[in-house]
């Protein structure tokens, strides 16, 4: 989208303010600067704010901070200093209106409709100056307010004269009613009342009168920069029935230039209002709604008091304000008479508070010691609890676990000795949360329960939203997601009665956690988003970055590779502005993991390889271990399980010496898991049991579950099939009760697969159909390639060869549209072999070919060995013996280095058929030599089935049958 010009902006603004037309303005605190009516800009207040209430050194520093808005001083202001707000009364000594205010006045007069968000009566003062009688004067300030005129024309029709004032004020000027709930001035009151997907626009109650005010109307809105309002752009977007929005863009000439936004091209806008304008017609666009964009380039004062009177009252005079000498008291006196400033304890206190929350945990933690030193000196003991707690805070963030738990506990035992239950309280929160990121999900359920056993209905609620928070993270990470939800959704219905951002945050990112878990990606998404646009609104830069990375593993669930690079960029960006290495290194191992799923293994390894140069550099024990399983894992795509297995002991070494209990548990299954992919079965459930017993002391539910769908799978290799359904079907209990669809759909594959080599098909079919629905349900692109996969290998076995390339060509197009290199090269392998089963061997080679060199490229060991073995196969088929052999060797040759038993036992019975061949095409003479040869690699690949306890599968019983034809032979020649 892009502006064009008008030539004749005069004839154009006649035309925008015709009598004809419903006119509503809309008014921001840029509207109140003027003279004579001098009320400061918000920069104006930060900076005298900052300045009294920071202590000395820190004052340029909270300055610069970016992030910093006007709500988030106010809010600190009242938490350290003013609870009363008494600072916002300074907007009752403004009482001279300005010639804006005269032209919004005469604008509600004569029957247009005002929107303001400003906190002071200048526009009622202009108002009880042109209208005859006060009492006509209605403004719309309380909930009741909001609730008794939803219909506002009916005050029109009375003859009186509504003004909507949508962010409250400290009192109803017209009746002398107090007001100040109404304040939405501080970050927790404009979070106040909002409830789910409605942080980011006005409150339901006020949805309906604006809707009517605001429909079929030409809206202007000024006095506003774009970015200075955090409900009003979003509310705009979602309310409907606006006919044209003109945008007055202040300026310092009184030339103006109209501008009309037109969607012929598109542009990357820089401005805020237009990109906000922009995101409004692409939303109208997209409801098939008729909505015209306008931006005017003005001085918005001479734009109103001329141009716009001019035009809409032409027979109006002007008020002349000349004369009017206003000397509003100045704001730095008037602060410093309602607040004391002389405790040194609340300016550390107010400093911490805005390096925590715009993400600057050195200085938090410089602020934090230096008012704990003065606490000690005072001998201050609550001040002292609060110092530890803010430093024990930092500490947990720097992942300095045991130094968090020395703060915490020492504040714990203060607070018990001097009787302090609501920092006793914070304390177990706290101590709770360490435990938490430790995996110790007993003891941190033990603390916040200690926390909640002291909570009365008395007590502030914000501590109740942190409990209930806390005890849904544990049961999150416990895999208990239901009982999560309970708990967040709970937090989040107090937290909206309270308002705090910070805290909704944090919930929504752990709701959104439990929904990906579940595999509900588009409740995942929107709450992450969410969550988002409040860090943003908040500057949280820490937790921005970890719900980029949380979108963007989001996108790379569902096989959007290329959005989910996007928003990973984003986050290293935060995390090298902020030099925060241990998020990096999170956010790293997701763009490890995305290469890693695209079949780009050596990428991976260099990002794995940043990530423990990072962790040396930093001493991060915990994720060094991290590092070393996800290179086991990468080694165990490419089948290189002995080296897999070098970095699995590596990472078990490092678990074990920092008694870290999760990462133990997940690779005892990540080394049993090298071993179910050489064929070691029995090795394999070993580990996975041992690593099932940790799940059961964490309590951690998805790990159990994990376990069990491994088991199944070995035992289904095993050829004991009906342990291998109990397993699954255990799994699928647990999953259903976590509501888990992603694991769900894995657990009926699993069974598919068991009625697939018990030879029933039908019910196979089903269950494969059901994993179907499910990974279309939750948009799992990725996971429907695979299953699609799985269902052509069925119709393959039950000879509906059709369905079965069908089923590969359509997991082949996903793959090849998500840039899935190592799910291609398998369904080219599948669609070759199905090719040669119908003795197809042109086509069959040439798929083959494909899949060999995807295999080549990517060093993938497995499908190198098996694209090889069906090469050999086909070869041998043709008569071309010496060729085959080669294939043969080299499928292996990898077998063996990846320790693939099974493969290596299927080859030798390859190689032994490669060369009885000969003998039956009369290639060779069946000498008692060849034949001993022969029967060499018969009676080898045997021995490999009964040495893995696999002598009753069907591969086995067929290569016995052969083994025991050719020592018939070789008697028969004796």
């Not at 000196?377 to 530890?388: A, C, I, R």
């Not at 069906?870 to 052999?885: D, F, R, S, T, V």
């Amino acid at each position: 989208m892009s502006y064009t010009l008008f030539e004749s902006p005069i004839e154009k603004l006649d035309e925008l303010y015709s009598k004809e037309k419903k006119l509503v303005f809309l008014v921001g605190a840029g509207i109140s600067m003027d003279k004579p009516s001098l009320v400061p800009s918000a920069m104006g207040f930060i900076d005298v704010l900052i300045s009294l209430g920071a202590p000395e050194g820190e004052i340029d520093r909270i300055r610069n901070l970016k992030g910093l808005r006007y709500e988030l001083i106010i809010e600190t202001i009242q938490h350290n200093f003013d609870p009363e707000l008494k600072i916002m009364e300074y907007f009752d000594t403004f009482t001279e209106p300005n010639l804006i205010h005269y032209t919004i006045a005469n604008a509600i007069k004569s029957g247009s409709w005002v929107i303001t968000t400003n906190f002071d009566y200048l526009i009622e003062f202009a108002l009880m100056k042109i209208v005859q009688e006060k009492s006509n004067i209605i403004p719309i300030i309380t909930k009741e307010d909001f609730l008794k005129y939803k219909n506002p024309e009916s005050l029109k029709d009375k003859g009186k004269f509504p003004l909507i004032k949508i962010h409250g004020t400290n009192k109803n000027i017209i009746t002398g009613i107090e007001t100040k709930e109404t304040l939405i001035t501080t970050l927790e009151s404009l979070g106040k009342e909002r409830g789910e997907e409605e942080t980011f626009t006005v409150e339901s109650y006020k949805k309906e009168p604006l809707f009517n005010v605001l429909k079929d109307s030409t809206l202007t809105i000024m006095g506003y920069s774009g970015s200075d309002d955090f409900d009003i752009g979003p509310t705009l977007k979602k309310l409907h029935g606006i006919s044209t929005i003109i945008w007055i863009n202040h300026t310092g000439t009184e030339d103006i230039e109209i501008l009309k936004l037109e969607s012929s091209i598109e542009t990357d806008f820089v401005k805020k209002e237009d990109i906000l304008l922009n995101e409004i017609a692409k939303i109208a666009k997209s409801k098939g709604m008729s909505l015209e964009i306008y931006k005017i380039n003005i001085n918005t004062s001479y734009f109103s008091s001329t141009l716009l009177w001019n035009t809409m009252f032409p027979k109006i005079q002007r008020p002349n304000l000349n004369n009017i000498q206003f000397n509003p008291q100045e704001y730095r006196n008037y602060v410093k008479n309602v607040i004391t400033f002389t405790n040194n304890l609340k300016k550390y206190a107010f400093a911490f508070e805005f390096f925590d929350r715009l993400s600057k945990p050195d200085d938090a933690m410089r602020v934090a010691s230096k008012g704990l030193e003065i606490a000690i000196e005072k001998n201050d003991l609550n001040s002292k609890v609060t110092f530890l707690i803010k430093k024990g805070r930092i500490f947990r963030l720097k992942s300095n676990y045991e130094d968090a738990l020395k703060n915490f506990n020492e504040g714990l035992h203060i607070c018990e000795s001097i009787g302090d239950k609501k920092q006793k309280i914070e304390c177990l929160n706290n101590i709770g949360a360490v435990f938490g990121d430790q995996s110790k999900y007993n003891d941190a359920v033990n603390s916040f329960e200690k926390a909640k056993e002291l909570l009365t209905e008395s007590d502030n609620k914000q501590v109740l939203v942190k409990t209930l928070t806390n005890l849904g993270s544990i049961k999150l990470n416990q895999g208990e997601y239901p009982s999560a939800l309970i708990d967040f959704q709970n937090a989040l219905e107090i937290n909206d009665k309270i308002g705090n951002l910070a805290i909704k945050a944090i919930i929504l990112t752990n709701k959104a956690g439990a929904y990906r878990e579940q595999g509900k990606y588009e409740e995942a998404m929107k709450n992450f988003k969410e969550a988002l646009e409040i860090d943003n609104l908040l500057g949280d830069l820490s937790d921005k970055s970890i719900n980029l990375n949380n979108i963007g593993i989001m996108y790379m669930l569902q096989g959007k590779y290329e959005d989910a690079m996007n928003y990973y960029k984003k986050a290293i960006e935060i995390n090298n502005q902020m030099g925060d290495l241990k998020r990096k290194m999170n956010t790293l191992i997701s763009i490890g993991v995305l290469h890693s799923r695209k079949g780009e293994y050596k990428e991976t390894e260099n990002i794995y390889q940043e990530i423990l140069e990072i962790s040396d550099q930093i001493g991060e024990l915990a994720m060094k271990a991290r590092v070393f399983n996800n290179f086991g894992s990468l080694n165990n795509l490419q089948g290189n399980y002995s080296k897999a297995l070098e970095y699995f002991q590596k990472s078990l070494e490092i678990s074990e010496n920092i008694n870290d209990l999760k990462n133990k548990s997940t690779t005892l299954l990540n080394i049993g898991n090298s071993h179910y992919f050489m064929g070691n079965y029995q090795e394999a459930i070993n580990y996975y049991q041992k690593s099932m017993e940790i799940n059961e002391e964490l309590g951690d539910v998805p790990g159990k579950s994990e376990n069990l769908t491994n088991i199944a799978n070995a035992y289904l290799n095993f050829g004991d099939h009906q342990k291998a359904l109990q397993n699954y079907q255990q799994a699928l209990e647990i999953n259903e009760k976590l509501d888990n669809l992603t694991l769900v759909a894995e657990n009926h594959v699993g069974i598919a697969n068991v009625y697939s080599l018990i030879g029933n098909y039908p019910e196979a079919l089903n269950q494969y159909n059901l994993a179907l629905k499910l990974h279309d349900q939750v948009g799992n692109i990725a996971a429907k390639a695979l299953c699609l996969t799985n269902m052509g290998d069925l119709y393959m076995k039950s000879q509906n060869l059709q369905e079965a390339i069908n089923c590969q060509q359509n997991a082949l197009e996903i793959n090849e549209k998500i840039g899935n290199l190592a799910g291609k090269s398998r369904n080219l392998l599948c669609i070759g072999s199905l090719y040669f089963y119908q003795q197809n061997h042109i086509k069959a080679l040439e798929f083959y070919e494909k899949a060999l060199e995807i295999d080549k490229g990517l060093n993938n060991l497995t499908g190198i060995a098996d694209s090889s073995a069906g090469i050999g196969n086909i070869l041998m088929k043709q008569g071309k013996q010496e060729e085959a052999l080669q294939y043969f060797h080299t499928a292996m040759d990898n077998y063996e280095k990846m320790g693939n038993l099974i493969g290596k036992a299927m080859i030798l019975a390859n190689i032994g058929g490669s060369q009885f061949n000969k003998i039956q095409s009369r290639q060779i003479e069946p000498t008692k030599e060849l034949l001993q040869e022969i029967l060499k690699n018969y009676e080898e690949a045997y021995d490999i089935f009964k040495k893995l306890n696999m002598a009753t599968t069907p591969q086995a019983i067929r290569i016995g049958q052969m083994l025991m034809f050719i020592k018939s032979q070789i008697q028969m020649l004796s």
